[in-house]
């Protein structure tokens, strides 16, 4: 029998954003059972349900689209998939689209974020209109200095902040980055603020599916 | 509509992604509980005085809580201990104590309840309510709400924590805790005092209200005289459910966002236990024997599963294999637990049950270690403490062990047995080296590889309700002694050995059997700063030491005397159905090396039986 294929995007907010990327996968693993779903396992001396998540959201922060990839041993209507799924779920957890996977997770070049909160709007107007911003990002190689001016690939400043951020296996920026050098370049705190994923982008700029 | 505090949710966002595990904190797991705060009389707090990790992997949390939430109008909620970063913030913030599913604070409810499970988390209890604001000593607690309340294995000598609670419930919790909330229910709407309710909840059988007795002392400090108030019973008896088949099982767990030390479903299969090892406190304040059908646990698995997404199982009681038809369970188990890709795990074998056919079930499980307890070294010392298996039991069983691929074996011992001789402890060494002799017998081992036989040492803690409660536990130059008598003469290097702390042990048993005056005690440790004195990070003996000396109180007067059997023992008030004949009996056969038959094999009239009737009893027939 094929396997199908099965993109399944979902938010993660509230209570749910203090989930580590780590014990996502625990949680999806359990609500699909719950959901008595036909997955498919990976083969071997282990065998494990196979779930692969895009893009680890970091701990504390929110978003309106998540995916993960699963393979199911039927084909269902992707309504019911969700359906199922989101009765199985914390309610912090909601499914907001099933499909078929269209990209692929190395396609993924850039994501979009929404920071609401207390803090000063006008002031980080001017901070995103410097020439240079000097930020020092950690990897695991160690720490690396860099101008996020240059990653800054969208901004608009209301009375919230949209931003639009490389991201990607290869190249991340965290809107924390920017939040934190924002702090440190202006001394004005960022500590109340909220970050929210609203997008994620293929490098065309489409939006990923 | 389900409530949620805001307001609460708020304040925690402005620091939780700073705190080490913030998932612990925050609540809104699958299965926990919500309710609309406008439609309930009466709210519990639950609170698990350690961490979420531990309370979380507690079965009788788990029923309790479902248990109470089934009625409509009562909520129960979870509460856990915090570790210093998260307290650090709370107590900077003047953030209370909160129970994890409204997130309001612990003080704004009617019952703060503990699960009393270990001594060692005593001072742990004075820190939660501390955090949550709520005076400590029961004393400053006038009003009827919050009723501070403890059960668990623990109160079955409470006395060192009378100070502290209000109420404490004495054994099953099923039935007794939903007639305490009906009467927390009555007593709001009446408006009734503090002491109202707790003259009406001493009626109720299992519940003992400490304030409603007086405790009189000798002049060389044992207990003189237990004397009650017309309100409460002379003795408080504990609770049991009496159709145990038929008791409530929860069909869901909350089940965490993160990992926690049990992650999985849990079955208790059985309560009681036939054995009647004597130093084992459990195998006694926990009878009488009564065990779930096969078709009930088959079914109660498959339920929880299904509703929790578990992929592991794992089946409770004190002895699993002492379970009528293991086998049968098991093949009905894994039928569908295979089926459905759902490991069965099987704590608590004994060796002596360890056949084959269990060892084929558990093996499609996971090849980790193996851990066996024949708690002491020699036959003689195995007869006095009454654990009835023999050298060649855990030799079989080994074997079996490894034929099966295992390689690594645990083996729990404990030091400071009554009676004890030095042959006994070198008989530890020699058991563990025939045990790795166990594996070069095996012709079909794999060439290579050598066994790994980890040997644990604990010390002996003697307690209340058991044969051995009259007897002194070793000093701490003889238990040094005796560890390095053995270490001395082990030689074999696959043979590894772990030693307990012989302070943590010391403690345990000072707490154990401990009176009311050891609450000043415990009362005085907490304000040096003692909590959490499980973990090893946190445990300072130091400070117990001086809140000891401060209170003018010996360690060495609760935990290395000899008791005589017609002293009166702290906790004398307290019915735990075994009688205190059959102790002494027991002890006496333990000093004339004579092991007891199990339950199963012959009555041996510990009066369990007789108290109940005689019908709940199923060991026998």
Request: aromatic share 10%.
């Amino acid at each position: 029998m094929p396997l199908v294929n099965t993109r399944v995007f979902f938010s993660k907010r509230d209570r749910a954003k203090y989930i580590s990327h780590l014990d996502l996968a625990g949680v999806m693993q359990r609500a699909i059972k719950r959901a008595a779903l036909p997955v498919w396992y990976t083969e071997g001396y282990n065998p494990r349900m196979y779930t692969q998540f895009m893009l680890p959201l970091s701990l504390g922060q929110e978003s309106l689209r998540e995916a993960v990839d699963m393979r199911l041993l039927e084909q269902l209507p992707y309504s019911e998939v969700a359906e199922r799924m989101n009765d199985a779920l914390p309610g912090d957890i909601r499914v907001t689209e099933v499909g078929v996977p269209v990209f692929k997770n190395t396609d993924i070049a850039a994501a979009e974020y929404e920071i609401t909160g207390e803090l000063d709007f006008g002031q980080f107007r001017e901070f995103v209109g410097r020439e240079h911003i000097p930020a020092e990002k950690k990897t695991k190689k160690g720490v690396s200095e860099l101008d996020l001016k240059q990653h800054i690939l969208f901004v608009e400043v209301s009375d919230k902040i949209t931003i639009r951020l490389p991201a990607g296996v290869d190249f991340n920026i965290n809107p924390q980055l920017v939040l934190d050098a924002f702090s440190a370049l202006t001394g004005s705190t960022a500590a109340g603020s909220h970050i929210l994923r609203t997008k994620i982008l293929t490098k065309n700029g489409e939006e990923f599916r | 509509m389900l409530y949620k505090n805001l307001e609460m949710m708020k304040k925690l966002d402005e620091f939780l992604p700073e705190i080490q595990k913030p998932a612990r904190y925050i609540g809104g797991e699958t299965g926990s509980v919500m309710k609309d705060k406008s439609e309930v009389d009466v709210r519990f707090a639950f609170c698990f005085p350690d961490t979420y990790e531990i309370g979380m992997s507690h079965l009788g949390m788990k029923i309790l809580y479902a248990l109470k939430n089934n009625v409509p109008n009562y909520w129960c909620e979870r509460v856990f201990m915090p570790l210093p970063d998260m307290t650090e913030q709370m107590r900077r913030r003047g953030i209370p104590l909160y129970a994890l599913e409204s997130l309001d604070p612990v003080s704004e409810f009617d019952f703060v309840g503990f699960t009393i499970q270990y001594e060692l988390c005593y001072t742990t209890i004075l820190e939660m309510l501390d955090l949550a604001g709520i005076p400590v000593l029961a004393e400053d607690r006038k009003s009827l709400t919050p009723i501070v309340v403890g059960g668990g294995p623990c109160v079955c000598n409470a006395e060192p924590l009378c100070d502290f609670f209000d109420i404490f419930v004495l054994g099953e919790g099923e039935e007794v805790n939903l007639e305490l909330m009906a009467l927390m229910e009555r007593c709001k709407k009446e408006n009734s005092t503090k002491e109202e309710f707790l003259k009406l909840a001493a009626k109720i059988e299992g519940i003992y209200v400490p304030s409603l007795y007086n405790v009189e002392y000798n002049e060389n400090g044992t207990v003189k005289a237990i004397t009650h108030a017309p309100d409460a019973p002379e003795t408080v008896r504990k609770r049991i459910i009496r159709d145990f088949d038929k008791v409530y099982a929860p069909e869901n767990f909350v089940v965490p966002f993160c990992d926690i030390v049990h992650n999985r479903a849990v079955v208790e299969v059985l309560r009681g236990c036939i054995r009647g090892c004597r130093f084992c406190q459990a195998g006694f304040i926990y009878r009488p024997f009564r065990e779930k059908s096969k078709d009930t646990i088959i079914s109660q698995t498959k339920t929880l599963c299904q509703n929790t997404g578990y992929d592991e199982v794992s089946l409770s009681s004190l002895s699993t294999s002492d379970f009528s038809d293991i086998e049968g369970l098991l093949s009905g188990l894994c039928e569908y637990t295979s089926k459905n890709r759902i490991n069965l795990s099987l704590p608590s074998l004994r060796v002596d049950r360890f056949s084959e056919e269990v060892f084929q079930k558990i093996n499609d499980v996971r090849k980790s270690g193996l851990t066996f307890a024949p708690e002491a070294g020699t036959q003689r010392l195995r007869d006095v403490i009454n654990k009835n298996i023999t050298e060649q039991n855990v030799l079989d069983s080994v074997k079996i062990a490894f034929e099966g691929g295992y390689t690594a074996v645990k083996l729990y011992f404990m030091l400071g047995l009554p009676t004890e001789t030095d042959d006994d402890i070198r008989g530890i060494y020699d058991l563990a080296k025939q045990v790795v002799e166990q594996f070069y017998a095996n012709p079909d081992r794999k060439k290579g590889k050598s066994p790994s036989v980890s040997v644990s040492l604990s010390t002996f803690i003697p307690k209340p309700f058991t044969p051995f409660e009259f007897e002194p536990q070793d000093s701490e130059e003889e238990i040094r002694r005796k560890q390095k008598l053995l270490m001395d003469y082990a030689s074999d290097r696959k043979i590894t050995f772990s030693r307990s702390k012989y302070e943590v042990s010391l403690l345990e048993a000072v707490l154990a059997r401990g009176d009311r005056r050891v609450g000043k005690a415990v009362y005085l440790a907490w304000k040096k700063g003692c909590f959490l004195d499980g973990w090893d990070e946190f445990f300072s003996f130091e400070k117990w030491k001086e809140a000891f000396s401060e209170c003018g109180l010996e360690m060495s007067f609760y935990a290395n005397r000899r008791r005589e059997y017609d002293e009166i023992a702290p906790w004398s008030h307290m019915d735990f159905l075994v009688s205190k004949e059959f102790l002494i009996s027991e002890n006496k056969k333990a000093h004339e090396g004579k092991p007891t038959p199990n339950c199963r094999e012959k009555c041996s009239n510990c009066g369990v039986a007789s108290k109940t009737g005689g019908e709940i009893c199923r060991a026998v027939g």
